[in-house]
């Protein structure tokens, strides 16, 4: 097995074992605010099909859906796929950076928290494989936490298996972003108390 494939087999294991207590986990305001703002300008532009990566179980998902946009969902993990689909969703077990899906097909693609898993050599590449599935003049909104340039698996992580993340600061995530999609939108979110900080950027092919 290739270290890539171990980290993603790891993940989805990880996330596995954590499936039934995600949707037990803190919902920030901010992230609502993001979320909102992101839908809004689907709306406004007429925008209904809607790819969401990195599902987890659904929650960002079920809201787009009761809000008008048809969703599909996909994730590494087969649990939250199951958690996504008892809630009404339209979920596949796939990896979004090799996904079995469509291209030129939907109107835009929602990743909150999802590309913390790529690593540097591979971030640009699964971007341009996104940009693949967006319509022409698609949208995405990317959001992350990153800043500190830490790259690997988190020592302190309360999951297990330990995972694999990539936490760029604002110039490197925009390095991986501007060869590939244009920014529209970028904002920094200072978290008090946090190492790191919330990058959320929308993004036009």
């Known amino acids: 097995m290739t270290a890539e494939s171990q980290i993603k087999s790891d993940l989805a294991a990880a996330y596995d074992r954590m499936a039934h207590l995600r949707d037990m986990d803190r919902f920030e305001e901010w992230k609502r605010t993001e979320r909102r703002r992101f ?3 689907m709306m406004k532009e007429g925008k209904t099909n809607l ?29 939250m796929i ?11 077990v796939m990896d979004f950076s090799a996904p079995d899906l469509p291209e ?18 591979d971030f640009e590449s699964t971007l341009s494989t996104l940009k693949g599935l ?3 003049n698609g949208l995405m909104y990317l959001g992350q ?16 298996p330990k995972r694999f993340f990539n936490f760029p600061d604002e110039a490197r995530l925009k390095a991986f972003i501007e060869p590939v999609l244009t920014i529209e939108r970028f904002t920094t979110i200072p978290l008090p108390g946090k190492d ?4 959320g950027a929308t993004l036009r092919k």
């Open 39 to 41: 839908a809004a300008q």
């Open 51 to 79: 790819l969401e990566i990195g599902s987890g179980t659904g929650r960002d998902g079920v809201w787009f859906q009761e809000n008008g946009l048809e969703v599909t969902a996909i994730d590494l993990s087969p649990k």
């Open 82 to 92: 199951e958690v996504c689909r008892r809630k009404g969703l339209k979920a596949k």
């Open 104 to 121: 030129d097909h939907f109107d835009a693609i929602y990743s909150l928290n999802a590309m913390l898993h790529v690593g540097s050599e």
């Open 134 to 136: 967006l319509k022409a």
């Open 145 to 160: 936490y990153g800043g500190s340039n830490f790259e690997g698996i988190l020592e302190k992580d309360n999951y297990r």
């Open 196 to 199: 790191y900080v919330f990058y």
